[in-house]
Nanobody
Framework: QVQLAESGGGSAQAGDSLTIFCEAP????????MGWFRQSPGKEREFVAA????????EYAESVKGRFTISKDNYRNKVTLQMYSLKPEDTAVYYC????????????WGQGTQVTVSS
C-alpha cells in the first residue's frame, strides 16, 4: 500500500547531483524514522540512508557514505536525500520508507522514483 509521496529524481551524468523528496501526508503519523531504499533490476531492495525523528545521527550505506545526505523536516513530515557525485551504479528506483513508533521495521512506503545515472 503506497502511503508516502515521493518527488524529484530523474536523469543525470556521472558526477552530477540530484535531490529526491518524500512526504508523509497528514499529521496522524507517529514517526520513529524515515529513510530511503533503492532497487536495481535483478537486485534486492537495499538500504541507502535513514534518519531518526527524535534525534540522533543519520545512517548511511557504505556505498553512499560521503556522497549522499539525508535531512528531515519534522513539522512537515518530510525527508530529503541529496545525492552528490553520482555514479552509474546509483541507478535504481528509490523508495521512501517510514518506520512508526514501536515498530522495528519500515512498513509504509512510497511508489518509488527513478534515478538514472549515465557515464
Amino acid at each position: 500500500q503506497v502511503q508516502l509521496a515521493e518527488s524529484g529524481g530523474g536523469s543525470a551524468q556521472a558526477g552530477d547531483s540530484l535531490t529526491i523528496f518524500c512526504e508523509a501526508p497528514g499529521r496522524t503519523w507517529r514517526i520513529a524514522a524515515m529513510g530511503w531504499f533503492r532497487q536495481s533490476p535483478g537486485k534486492e531492495r537495499e538500504f541507502v540512508a535513514a534518519i531518526r525523528w527524535a534525534g540522533g545521527g543519520p545512517e548511511y550505506a557504505e556505498s553512499v557514505k560521503g556522497r549522499f545526505t539525508i535531512s528531515k523536516d519534522n513539522y512537515r513530515n518530510k525527508v530529503t536525500l541529496q545525492m552528490y557525485s553520482l555514479k552509474p551504479e546509483d541507478t535504481a528506483v528509490y523508495y521512501c520508507g517510514l518506520k512508526k513508533l514501536g515498530s522495528s521495521e519500515f512498513t509504509s512506503w512510497g511508489q518509488g522514483t527513478q534515478v538514472t545515472v549515465s557515464s
